[in-house]
């Protein structure tokens, strides 16, 4: 293709940038916020409850059909609790029983947030969704959704809620 003039160069190079601009960079996805600013306990565990829903695989990811909303949702602490431990329904993310010792319960806030002072040790986290227990990662050692709290540490736990979202 052969460009008589500047001018209509000018306006072919200009459409080709705003063509290329049309989809979004993964900074342009918004993420709700972290709440880190908000931590005030010097030991334990803090995070953000996020639940995840739509079609979030490329170039998808970028459009209405996906979002995360902060939740409150109910926050079950558990001794560091491995598959032998739990009841699953159809081999998890969801359990309907979970046979390790309760350390305690606390609730996210309407920002998803949620602080908790522990003893140094190794924990598992639990949403609670409708009448079942939700957890979606293990760690290394076979540990769901564990958090390990150090002396005089905090640690961050995001708890993803993704079973109405695609990846």
């Known amino acids: 293709m052969r460009i008589k003039n500047s ?5 072919f190079l200009v459409l080709i940038l705003i063509s290329c601009n049309d989809s979004p960079t993964e900074n342009e996805f918004k993420y709700p916020p972290d709440n880190e600013n908000r931590v005030t306990i010097s030991q334990g565990v803090w995070g953000n409850v996020w639940f995840w829903e739509g079609n979030f695989e490329p170039p998808v990811i ?4 996906a979002k995360i909303t902060p939740v409150v949702r109910d926050i079950f602490i558990y001794e560091a609790t491995t598959d032998s431990m739990v009841e699953a329904l159809n081999s998890g993310p969801f359990f309907t029983r979970i046979n390790s010792t309760l350390i305690t319960t606390i609730q996210s806030d309407i920002y998803g947030f949620f602080q908790i002072s522990l003893s140094p040790g190794k924990y598992s986290f639990f949403a609670r969704e409708d009448t079942l ?9 076979g540990h769901i959704l564990s958090a390990t709290v150090t002396e005089n540490n905090v640690t961050k736990r995001q708890i993803d809620i993704t079973y109405k979202a695609s990846f």
């Open 133 to 141: 227990f939700y957890a979606n990662e293990w760690d290394g050692d």
């Open 7 to 11: 001018s209509a160069l000018f306006s």
């Open 62 to 65: 970028y459009s209405n059909y």
